[in-house]
């Protein structure tokens, strides 16, 4: 009887720990840092950030940072799909993306859904606003006023709840729409991270200004599935070389020192893997 227990004793452990070997090689199979091709969800409304062009294909500073991610991982074999900020952590979850690079903001509510390479950059919520309207000159003049709101975007809550200015929303599908309703006049205010406000202002500069009065941080992660500790370490590694070597200040040059938008060229601190 005591053999038998022994026995039985021996198997369950054989049959755990080739289970658990098992799951160790399932996930090293599906880790970023060992795959031959990737899909990468991003941005497809944020000019100079995230674009979709109308041949198709995708250009922007988020576009070429992750093109130079994939690069770095050794991966040719690239496929951008778009994202939105309401769907982002489920086709993250869905296995729908491998990656997500489009203006991904760190916050303590996402990352219990998905984890974060990076940042890749540190951004700060700014404001937009029609160059002949000089009143709004800090986040405080926007109480009562016209505010673009996207679903799944923190930059509204981050005005109205966050830092408590009653501004009225007005809803649009993208940071494109927040564009056609402001130089419309349909609302007086776009905000949002600098650097999607340097692209959409490079579309009117003479017509909008950005009020250069920044009041958060914002940090854009890479968005990973949360087990993918491996594929997250390797694409920090990526994102330290392209900083060590200049490529993230030329990136950041090209985009944005046209609209005159002060960067930082300094790698960020990141966020862990675990």
Not at 99 to 122: D, H, I, M, N
Not at 212 to 221: H, I, K, L, M, S
Request: charged share 25%.
């Amino acid at each position: 009887m005591n053999g038998r227990r022994v026995a039985a004793a021996l198997l369950a452990v054989f049959v755990l720990a080739a289970g658990t070997a098992c799951g160790i090689a399932d996930a090293d199979e599906t880790s970023v840092a060992t795959k031959d091709t990737l899909v990468i969800g991003v941005n497809a409304d944020q000019p100079g950030v995230g674009e979709r062009t109308e041949s198709g294909s995708y250009e922007g500073f988020d576009i070429d940072i992750a093109r130079e991610i994939a690069e770095r991982l050794r991966v040719t074999d690239v496929t951008f799909t778009p994202v939105t900020s309401a769907t982002r952590e489920e086709m993250i979850q869905n296995g729908d993306v491998d990656l997500v690079v489009a203006s991904y903001s760190v916050t303590p509510e996402r990352k219990v859904k998905v984890s974060f390479a990076g940042p890749y950059y540190v951004a700060h919520q700014d404001i937009l606003v029609r160059r002949s309207d000089t009143a709004i000159r800090s986040i405080h003049d926007l109480q009562d006023r016209r505010l673009c709101r996207v679903p799944g975007s923190v930059s509204f809550p981050r005005v109205h709840d966050e830092q408590g200015v009653a501004a009225r929303p007005v809803v649009a599908n993208g940071y494109s729409g927040c564009l056609t309703g402001l130089t419309a006049g349909a609302m007086d205010a776009v905000s949002t991270d600098d650097l999607i406000l340097a692209g959409l202002a490079s579309r009117h500069g003479r017509d909008l200004r950005i009020v250069n009065a920044p009041f958060t941080d914002e940090p854009y992660g890479v968005g990973i599935r949360k087990s993918d500790v491996n594929g997250c370490e390797a694409v920090n590694k990526a994102i330290t070389r392209m900083y060590q070597d200049g490529t993230a200040a030329r990136l950041l040059a090209k985009w944005f020192a046209p609209v005159g938008l002060k960067v930082t060229t300094t790698v960020p601190q990141f966020e862990g893997c675990v």
